[in-house]
C-alpha cells in the first residue's frame, strides 16, 4: 500500500500543486579538514519525527515538548542511525549525537562522525520518514573539498553517491 | 557641507583608478555597465501605450471578455461529467483575430497526454505487487475531454483542430475589434480519482461508497489573448498553472438530490436545495458576524451519506467578473458559514467538509477564511466578491474564485498534532489568499508562478502573524530561505523563470518571492511605503492582467526608492547574500605626525581638510601607535584641536559640541553577489548597543569590499552585522567582530 502512495506521490508531484505540503527534510553534511571530522545536522519537522517513531516503534514520543524524555531523544537517535547511514570512502561509519534544539517547529540535530581527515567520497543511504509519508523528500546538502552538492532522497530513490 | 562630500567621492573613486593604469602592464579588456545599480532597461520590455513605464495600465489597454453559460450533470454512479456551454467571446483588441484558441486542460489526464513522457524514468530496483502492476500492466486512466460539437450560433458545426491541452477554433472570417461571437460546445468526461491518478481536481472516494467531488477545469475554456502574448497557448504540461480571461458565468449543475454543494458565484435557488430548517440557519449566517452557525449539521450530512438518491436536483448559480468557475458536491458534506464586514459591504466565509474533518474543520476553517479575507483585504483591496468557500479535500490544495480544496483532517478518533492543525490552517489562509492574487489580480501563472504565489504566500505570513502570534511562519521570514539559497547552484533559478522549468517549486516561486517582498517591507522600505506602493499595484491591476515588470515599475513608482538593483539581484538571478566584517582598525588622534610623514600638498579641493595645523590618526596596528596612547580622546591634551575650539567658538557653541572618544574604521566585504544595506550593531563596553544601517547603495563604487568609520562616545566590544538575520545572510561567521571564537555546534 505505502509503494502505492509512493506512486500516486510521483504523479501528484508532476501535476503539480497550488500549495506545496512541506515534506522536506534538510541533512546538512559539512567536512572540517582543521577538525578532521564530519559535522551532520538534521533539520525535521518534530510532528513528523514523533509519528514515525510511533509507526516505527509503537511508542509515543514527546519530543520538542515538555514533557520529552531522555529515552525520546535515545529513541530518535536509534531511529536516525537505522535510517540514515554514511558511508565515508566506502566504509560505514556511525555517527554520535551531540546535542538538538527546537526552531519553529523544525528539531535541529547535531551529530558528527570523528577522524575524518579527508573525504573521497560519501554515500548516503536515508530512509528517513519515507514510510511514514511517502511523499516524503530529504535534501542531503554536502560540503567538502570546498565544493557544495547536493542530493534529493525519496521513497524511490533512497541512496546516492557525492564525490 | 553636501559639495564637499562630492569632492571627496569624487577624490576617493578616482584616485584607484589612476593608480590601477599605471601598474599594470597587461592590456585590459574594456565591458559594458555591469554596475549592481544600473537600471534595469536591459532586462524590461520598453512601455507603451497599453503598459505604461510607471508600471499602470496605459491609455490603450484593453482585455478580451468570455462570457459562458454551462449545463452540467453529474453522473456520480460512473464518476462521469457531461456538459454543455455557451461561450460569449468578445474581441476587444484593435486588430482582428483569425481564429480563437480554447483551453482543453482534461487532455492532461489523456492517454494520449505527453506530460508522462517528457519526466525521466528509471527502473526501480524494488517495487511492490501493486505498484508493478500499476506501472506496467493496468490499463491507464482513460481521461480527456471527449467532445461531441463546436458549433456557431446558428447551430452549424465550426472547424477546429484539438492540438494536446488546446483546441483551435478556424474562423470563416477575422473576428473584428469590438465584435462578438458565439460558441456552443457540447462533452463529456471520465472524472479522475485524484488520489490514484493525481490532478487539481477530481473525487476522493469513502470506504462508505460516497464520493467528494471537486470539479475544476471541468470545461472548455477561452484561452488569454493580450498584448504581451497574443494567444497564450503553451501547453499545460501540469507545473504551470493557469492563464484566464474574466467574464460572466451563469451554471446549472445537476447532481443527485441528496447531494450538498458549493460552486463560484451566487447560488439562485436556495429555497429548491435546501430545506427549510438549512434555509433558517443559513440566514442566521448571513448576520452571525462572531462565530459560524451550522447549516448542514453532521447528523444531517451522515444521514445523506447512506442515501444514494436516484433523484437529481439542479443548483443555479451566477457569477460575474470571475475567471474561472469551480464545483465541490458530495452527500457526505457538512456546511457552516458566517458573515464578514467589510467597511462598505459584507462576504460570506463558508466551509463544507465531510465528518472525517471534524472536530478540526467546524472549529477552525470558517474562522480562518474570516481572517484572511479581513487581512488581505487590509494590504489590498476591499474583497469584491460575495462569499469565500473553503472546501476540505485530501491531499488537496487549490484555489478557484470563491472557492478552494484544503488539505488537513485529524486521526480516526479525532485527535491531531499541531502540524496538522497549523498545516490546515497554513493551506485555508493560503488558497482563500489566492483570491487576491491571482483570481482578482489575474497574472499568467502559465508563465510566472511566483507572481500569484509569491505576492499571496508573503500576504499569507502576514495573515498567519495575526491570526495567532505562535503560528509557525515557514516562508517569509529572511532566514528560513537560507538553505535553499546557500544550495548547490546547479539546482538553483533564478525566479523570473518559466513555471515549468522550476527544480525545487515551493522554494523558488512561493519562499523566495515573498523573502524578497518581506525583506522591502522590513528593511528596505519600510511599511508605509511599502504599503503603499503595494496596494497601488493591486488596485491598478485588479480584474486585469499584469506582468511582472508591471509590479517591479509600480513598487518603485509609488515610492520613489530605487529598487532595480534589488528585483536584478533577487529576482533575475541566483545570488545569494553574504557580507561579513574584514577588518577592525582603531584610531588615535594624536599631536605628533607619525614618522616620514609629509605634509599634502594644500590644493584647492583639499584646503579645508589639510591646511593650518593637523591633527593625526594613529592607527593601532602602525609602527607609530605607542600603548600611552590607548585612552579616550581628551581635546586639552591635543594642543592643534584644543587651541583651535577654543579660539572658533563661543563658551555657547563649545557646549553644543559632540564629544567623540573612540575612533574605529571598520572594513566590510561581501562574498556574495547581493548586494543589501549593511545593517550595523554596535555593542559597547557597558552593556549598551546601537544599530547603524547602511543603505545598499553603499557598493556602487566597490562591489566588493567597503569602509566606515565609526566616532563613538564609548568603548566598542562587539559589532555585528545584520543582528537579527533580517537580509538572508547566508554565512554568519564573518558578520562578527572581533571574530567570535564561532562556538561550534559539534564540539
Known amino acids: 500500500m505505502r509503494k502505492t502512495l509512493g506512486f500516486i506521490i510521483i504523479f501528484v508531484v508532476l501535476s503539480g500543486f497550488g500549495w506545496h505540503k512541506f515534506y522536506v527534510s534538510i541533512f546538512q553534511l559539512h567536512h572540517s579538514p582543521d577538525k578532521k571530522r564530519l559535522e551532520i545536522t538534521t533539520r525535521l519537522f518534530v510532528d513528523d519525527l514523533n509519528k514515525a517513531l510511533q509507526d516505527h516503534y509503537h511508542q509515543t514520543t514527546h519530543l520538542g515538548e515538555e514533557t520529552e524524555t531522555a529515552a525520546d531523544i535515545a529513541l530518535m537517535n536509534r531511529y536516525l542511525a537505522e535510517n540514515f547511514t554514511i558511508e565515508v570512502n566506502g566504509q560505514k561509519k556511525s555517527f554520535a549525537f551531540v546535542s538538538k534544539e527546537l526552531d519553529n517547529n523544525v528539531l535541529v540535530g547535531y551529530y558528527k562522525i570523528n577522524d575524518i581527515p579527508k573525504i573521497k567520497s560519501l554515500k548516503i543511504l536515508n530512509t528517513v520518514l519515507t514510510q511514514t509519508y511517502a511523499e516524503q523528500q530529504n535534501m542531503i546538502q554536502a560540503d567538502f573539498n570546498g565544493k557544495k552538492q547536493s542530493l534529493l532522497l525519496t521513497a524511490e530513490k533512497t541512496s546516492g553517491v557525492l564525490k | 557641507m553636501k559639495k564637499h562630500i562630492l569632492f571627496i567621492w569624487l577624490f576617493i573613486a578616482i584616485t584607484p583608478s589612476i593608480i590601477a593604469q599605471e601598474t599594470s602592464k597587461a592590456k585590459e579588456k574594456g565591458h559594458t555597465d555591469q554596475n549592481k545599480f544600473r537600471q534595469m532597461y536591459d532586462l524590461l520590455a520598453t512601455p507603451n501605450s497599453y503598459r505604461t513605464a510607471s508600471g499602470a495600465p496605459g491609455p490603450d489597454y484593453y482585455q478580451q471578455q468570455a462570457d459562458y453559460k454551462i449545463d452540467i450533470e453529474l453522473d456520480d454512479k460512473n464518476t462521469k461529467l457531461y456538459g454543455t456551454e455557451t461561450i460569449t467571446y468578445t474581441n476587444n483588441a484593435k486588430e482582428s483575430l483569425d481564429y480563437l484558441w480554447l483551453q482543453l486542460d482534461q ?34 486512466f482513460d481521461g480527456g475531454f471527449k467532445l461531441d460539437y463546436v458549433k456557431d450560433a446558428k447551430g452549424n458545426p465550426m472547424s477546429y483542430t484539438v492540438n494536446e491541452t488546446m483546441m483551435r477554433i478556424n474562423l470563416d472570417k477575422p473576428l473584428q475589434h469590438g465584435e462578438k461571437i458565439v460558441l456552443n460546445i457540447k462533452w463529456n468526461y471520465n472524472i479522475n480519482n485524484y488520489m490514484i491518478d493525481g490532478g487539481r481536481s477530481g473525487y476522493e472516494h469513502f470506504k462508505d461508497g460516497n464520493n467528494l467531488y471537486i470539479l475544476a477545469q471541468f470545461y472548455p475554456r477561452m484561452a488569454v489573448y493580450n498584448d504581451v502574448e497574443g494567444w497564450q497557448n503553451m501547453q499545460f504540461w501540469g507545473a504551470g498553472e493557469f492563464a484566464l480571461t474574466f467574464g460572466n458565468y451563469e451554471v446549472n449543475i445537476t447532481v443527485p438530490a441528496d447531494h450538498i454543494m458549493e460552486a463560484t458565484g451566487v447560488l439562485q435557488n436556495r429555497s429548491e436545495v435546501f430545506t427549510p430548517e438549512q434555509l433558517k440557519r443559513y440566514n442566521q449566517a448571513e448576520n452571525s458576524f462572531d462565530k459560524p452557525v451550522i447549516i448542514v449539521t453532521q447528523a444531517e450530512a451522515m444521514a445523506a451519506e447512506k442515501g444514494f438518491s436516484a433523484k437529481k436536483k439542479t443548483w443555479r448559480y451566477k457569477a460575474e467578473n470571475v475567471r474561472d468557475f469551480a464545483i465541490s458536491t458530495s452527500r457526505k458534506f457538512i456546511m457552516d458559514a458566517m458573515a464578514v464586514q467589510f467597511e462598505t459591504k459584507k462576504a460570506m466565509a463558508i466551509s463544507l467538509y465531510p465528518k472525517e474533518g471534524n472536530p478540526l474543520w467546524e472549529t477552525y476553517s470558517t474562522r480562518a477564511v474570516a481572517h484572511t479575507l479581513k487581512s488581505y483585504s487590509s494590504h489590498t483591496f476591499e474583497y469584491p466578491y460575495p462569499k469565500a468557500v473553503s472546501v476540505n479535500a485530501q491531499d488537496q490544495g487549490m484555489e478557484y474564485p470563491m472557492i478552494c480544496w484544503n488539505f488537513g483532517r485529524p486521526q480516526e478518533d479525532g485527535t491531531y498534532t499541531d502540524r496538522v492543525k497549523y498545516g490546515m490552517l497554513g493551506v485555508i489562509i493560503h488558497e482563500v489568499g489566492h483570491n487576491y492574487f491571482p483570481m482578482i489580480v489575474n497574472s499568467d501563472e502559465r508563465q510566472w508562478t511566483w507572481m500569484d504565489e509569491g505576492l499571496n504566500t508573503f500576504l499569507q505570513s502576514l495573515a498567519q502573524a495575526t491570526f495567532d502570534p505562535k503560528f509557525p511562519i515557514d516562508r517569509g521570514p529572511a532566514k528560513n530561505i537560507v538553505p535553499y539559497m546557500s544550495g548547490d547552484q546547479s539546482k538553483l533559478e533564478p525566479i523570473m523563470t518559466n513555471s515549468e522549468s522550476i527544480s525545487q517549486f515551493g522554494n523558488n516561486a512561493y519562499g523566495k518571492p515573498a ?9 528596505i522600505m519600510g511599511h ?64 605628533d605626525p607619525p614618522k ?5 600638498e594644500v590644493t584647492r579641493r583639499n584646503r579645508l581638510k589639510a591646511s593650518g595645523p593637523l591633527v593625526y590618526m594613529i592607527a593601532n596596528d602602525s609602527p607609530d601607535f605607542k600603548p600611552e596612547m590607548n585612552k579616550p580622546l581628551d581635546i586639552k591634551s591635543v594642543t592643534a584641536l584644543d587651541e583651535f575650539i577654543q579660539t572658533k567658538f563661543t563658551a555657547e557653541e563649545k557646549a553644543k559640541l559632540d564629544s567623540p572618544k573612540y575612533f574605529y574604521q571598520v572594513t566590510f566585504n561581501k562574498p556574495g553577489g547581493l548586494v543589501m544595506p549593511i545593517i550595523v550593531e554596535l555593542s559597547f563596553e557597558d552593556g549598551t548597543s546601537e544599530t547603524q544601517t547602511f543603505p545598499a547603495q553603499i557598493w556602487r563604487f566597490n562591489d566588493a569590499e567597503v569602509s566606515r568609520m565609526f566616532a563613538t562616545k564609548k568603548p566598542i566590544a562587539k559589532i555585528t552585522v545584520d543582528p537579527k538575520l533580517e537580509t538572508a545572510d547566508i554565512d554568519t561567521t564573518n558578520n562578527v567582530w572581533p571574530k567570535a571564537e564561532v562556538k561550534s555546534k559539534f564540539d
Open chain 2, 107 to 140: 487532455n492532461i489526464a489523456a492517454r494520449t497526454s505527453k506530460t508522462p513522457l517528457v519526466d525521466n524514468s528509471k527502473i526501480d530496483p524494488s517495487i511492490s505487487a501493486a505498484g508493478f502492476s500499476r506501472k506496467y500492466l493496468e490499463a491507464k
Open chain 2, 515 to 523: 523573502t524578497a517582498l518581506n525583506i522591502l517591507r522590513e528593511t
Open chain 2, 528 to 591: 508605509d511605503l511599502f504599503d503603499y506602493a503595494f496596494k497601488t499595484y493591486a488596485n491598478r491591476w485588479k480584474f486585469k492582467h499584469p506582468t511582472p515588470e508591471d509590479f517591479f515599475r509600480t513598487m518603485e513608482d509609488a515610492s520613489a526608492v530605487d529598487l532595480d538593483w534589488f528585483f536584478r539581484g533577487w529576482f533575475y538571478t541566483t545570488d545569494y547574500t553574504d557580507i561579513g566584517i574584514k577588518e577592525v582598525k582603531q584610531f588615535f588622534v594624536s599631536n
Open chain 2, 596 to 600: 616620514d610623514f609629509k605634509a599634502p
